[in-house]
């Protein structure tokens, strides 16, 4: 491993990349109510005021509802376009798909406060479905662009040759399709949950009484008392986060061992 | 257009003016023939003329727009491709990747009502049939080209189809691997006794495997014939040329009853029969058609009773078991090819050289 | 032809069967995105008396938000800090990805794409805030700059204004940019640079000629990946930004919670969405040159 200029320049930014998330779990078990160096001792006492904290589990309960509905919406709806886009061919194609995928480009405030004009204009109240709505607009191009992938590594006459051998459309689908874009579902539904997770900007202006923990995190970043536990929050945020990334590359490429594939770099 | 199919039995399939369009581009343009029962047909022709269009349609994923393609004399129209009597072999082949090779050589007898062991039993019988016989719990990712194409076979063979449509089957394998897959191909057809249909734009291929070919430009067919005959009886200078080598001479023909008399530049008079004008009567300016093998170099010291005529050597092209010389014959504007066996004994001519060439009227075909 | 044949040959057709099945996203976004972004157009027509709002056609608010310098200086100094987010990440990502690009072993690339993009996958709030940890007074910076003999006082000028927006959001963005330069890089067959270097090129001059050149599709994806988000974002000005440096976000948010007038909160969104599309329009003739070719 030669220590050339452009590989000092690689770990120093990656590096730069990691240094805020080390801070967290360092200030998560630091046994101060400041965060600033120096460090002052080892307590796990944050993380046990968190499990007390009855708002917060409530806030992680309404996040944790949103992130599921919005995966598995998120994910059903990325399938028909990916599908549509991948193997069929009709008017305005990529205008439509175009569409589909622009909230991808769309600044997030704009997104949300559109949706809460509407909602205020159509007399619905704020609330867990409101950011549900929201996430999932959001969270579809994702999962478009992963599912697309998977369609798109499936040899066509893979489907073709299921209904030469006798099969209907539907079990083709299920038979063939199906367990080669299950990596993908699987990548898509993890990718749109933990996106889902972290949003703020749409939860906080669409949350009404019913806040996600981003939304509660906000709140209580004006406490400093509060910002040892906020650490600790982070820590577990960040761990979980990593987690299931993990998790959806391992299933990806599983999914492309098991297909016979080539390996061409992950989500990109 | 149609020779007569084979066995004189009733065709398994009848193409009727099949007309086939893509928007406003006219794929398919009028295709009519007939295919027997037990036939290795094939469907020859360079890329874009249409040959996987008319497959795909006779397994129905394309739909035709107007004429009618019957099987066994029932009409196909409406009738998607599961429940049609036809197999295909894709070029691909589409092995499924997640399932094993017996998996995938027993999917289509899901719906069958078969119980396990009778499954298992068609199974093995198909591997056996294809040679795959040890492979029945391998992956379907780690096979070669060939074991794939033998899975898609036997996944195809063991529904019993009444036709086996295979699309350019063997373009993806090496020429070693290929050569050995037609033999394969051709014993294979003879044992199970059903109709197989090939795609290729490998013209040596269709003629070895075939019983009839079909040659297709432009969405049509130009001429169906039995191998031997399309090879040594051209109906036009597009499908002589595109089926092996053909070399073209300047003529004038006269014809007077059931002679014909041509005056034949490079070589000078010859007569020929009626039969030898498979484009039909020409008189006046035409092309005489030599295939490279019925001409022939006539040695120092050999002798011949043939026709004689005198040229230079252009291009000699050594090739292992043949050599080919290109000959300028004198009065002749365009060089011809010969194919020569190289026989011990035989010298080889040098570029510039003189050489006598033998030539006989019977191999001639005459076109427009 | 059958007639019934007809209809069901038509509903059979590629196209019919596309349609169908791409209709549930297609209504979604419609209903979930076209038709919000049209009423918010609307609104920016109307005016809010508390929590009335009157429907009158009027431009006012436009009025109001093209003359008022307070208006006018944030639209450009969100557009100063965008474009500086811009430079500074694009810059610093194109180092990286031709790293891994052209001096990472095959086998190995997922895996430093993955480290890459992992912290992008957490809580960008979080990440936002530890940054103004970082920053502070009192954070490891100054502190590590003052142990180092550095400076002797900490530095004022790292937190709360634009500066510290600037660093954040450079930060929170920068896999948006090595992404697509990444991708751009990865499809440059290797054999035209060998055939550089054949022809007589050095290597410095192979990269100007060559690769840079091929790279550029990519480079101006990650120029608008980064520009459009960055120009609308709200939670890192509004948490390091102090008072020099919110943004039109913060703003927007402003007019819709506190000021109770939504209709110039809508204006100023369609504003903030006419700037950031003329701007990448702009740059996309700009590029257009580079950008030919085989995607």
Redesign the interface.
Known sequence: MKLSGLRIYAIVYLVFLYAPIILLPLFAFNDGTIIAFPLQGFTTRWFTDLAATEALIEATGNSLFIAVTVAILATCLGLFAARAGARYTFPAKSGILGFIMLPLVLPEIIVAVSLLVVMLQAGLSTGLWSIIAGHVLICTPFAVAILQGSFANMDRSLEEAAIDLGETPISTFRLVTLPLVTPGIIASLLICFTISLDEFIIAFFLSGNEPTLPVYLWGQLRFPARLPIVMALGTILVALSVILLILAEYVRKRGLKRAGLKDTGGFV | MNAQTKAGQAPIIRLQDVHKYYGDYHALRGISAEIGQGEFFSLLGPSGCGKTTLLRAI?G?E?ISSGAILLSGQNM??V???KRP???V???Y?I???LSVAENVG??L??SGLDRAAKARAVGEALEMVGLSGFRSRA???LSGGQRQRVALA??LI?KPKVLLLDEPLSALDKKMREIMQVELIKLQREVGITFILVTHDQEEALVMSDRIAVMFEGEIAQLDEPERLYRRPNSKRVAEFIGVMNFLEASAQQTGEKITLEVAGLGKAEITPEQCPAGAVSGACSVGLRPETLSILFEGEQSKARLAEGVVDEVVYYGDMTYYDIRLDGASAPVRISMRNVISRPVLEVGARAQVTWDPRAMVLFN | MREAGWLGKLFRTDAAKGLTLVSPPMLYALVMLAAPLFTIFLFSFWTQDFLTIDRTFTLNNYREALTDPLYGELMTRSLRISLAVTVLTVVTAFPIAYFVSFHVDPSRKSLWLFLITIPFWTSYLIRVFLWRVILAYDGPVNGSLIALGVIDEPLSWILYNANAVVITLAHAYAPFAILPIFVSLEKIDRSLLEAARDLGENKIMTFLRITLPLAIPGVLAAILIVFIPTIGDYVTPRLVGGSGGTMIANMIQTQFMRLNNAPMGATLAVLAMVMVASVSFVLILVTRRWTRGPK
């Open positions: 397994a994923f739909d129209e409406g998607p491709p599961n036809t197999n295909m894709f070029q691909s589409a499924f990747p997640h999917f289509g899901r719906k379907a990712h780690a996944r195809a529904l």
